[in-house]
């Protein structure tokens, strides 16, 4: 019987810990290839099949690495109970199921968080507390990144190359913007303005976003720029809401990292595609 491909699942809460599981996610890829790593990405989670495609990833996975923040264990929920104490919780079921099929489980802690103790988490996932936890320390995020690599060659992991990878630093800290910079910022975006909703499936939780609705002068232009302005979307790994009726593409703008409020990457983002509407012939109106 073949010995399954090396795959390793990261497991992360968004708002404790997305940005730096993304740059892991990366790291990993950069070194053992895209094939070896599977993150639940913003583009996944909205799609119909975000579920199936969480469950044949967590199926393959040899090894699981849930990315441990300070607020990994007190994130609560609408109800203000903790998260990893509802049995529906998707990092609890991810653990028990890594527990349960006997893979391999490496913790990576972030910002001095430490291994929390057997009785913190809830007994179907207690068994978590005797893994080894792997720190990322700010001061030494290569370093440590290597330890994690070589732990991973160990598992079977094969590199793609024996040459030496630099990893840029990542950049962690994405936090709300505050009511001046959020003024400040939308009077630099003209069409631009800030908006409230109710979050989907969510009840009693609202979105704040950025909109703006961009008019073109013909459907062929909606829709060119629409293509035009993915492959920087994808670079930048910062997703819209948007939709297109006829000559008209509304956009919306907000960090799910941050429990879907405006950050400074929702700024840049919008700029991005001011500059891009006006590479484009005006409406006719």
């Known amino acids: 019987m073949a010995s399954k491909e090396a795959l390793a699942f990261i497991s992360y809460r968004r708002v404790d810990s997305s940005a730096a599981s993304r740059w892991l996610s990366a790291s990993i890829a950069r070194t053992f290839g895209a094939q070896s790593v599977f993150i639940d990405t913003g583009s996944i989670r909205i799609s119909n099949d975000w579920a ?77 507390a005797r893994f080894q936890g792997l720190e990322l320390r700010d001061e030494r995020w290569e370093a440590d990144l290597q330890v994690l690599l070589t732990q991973m060659e160990e598992l079977g992991f094969v590199r793609l190359s024996k040459d030496v990878i630099r990893y840029p630093t990542p950049a962690l800290k994405i936090r709300e913007l505050d009511v001046i910079e959020l003024q400040d910022g939308l009077q630099h975006l003209p069409g631009w303005k800030s908006v409230v909703s109710d979050l989907p499936n969510a009840a009693g939780r609202q979105r704040c976003e950025l909109h703006c609705n961009f008019e073109f002068a013909s459907f062929q232009d909606a829709m060119a720029f629409m293509w035009k302005a993915t492959a920087e979307i994808e670079r930048r790994d910062h997703h819209p809401r948007w939709q297109n009726v006829w000559r008209t593409v509304s956009v919306w703008l907000t960090t799910w990292d941050i429990e879907h409020k405006p950050s400074r990457l929702d700024l840049e983002l919008a700029a991005y595609l001011n500059e891009l509407r006006a590479q484009f012939p005006a409406s006719s109106g």
């Open 52 to 128: 199936d495609k969480i469950n044949q990833a967590l199926a393959s996975a040899t090894l699981l690495i849930p990315v441990i923040g300070p607020t990994w264990l007190s994130t609560a929920d609408e109800n203000s109970r903790r998260r990893i104490d509802n049995k529906n919780d998707w990092v609890r079921n991810e653990i028990r199921h890594a527990i349960k099929s006997k893979i391999h489980i490496i913790p990576v802690l972030l910002s001095k968080t430490p291994m929390p103790t057997p009785d913190a988490f809830p007994e179907p996932i207690h068994e978590l």
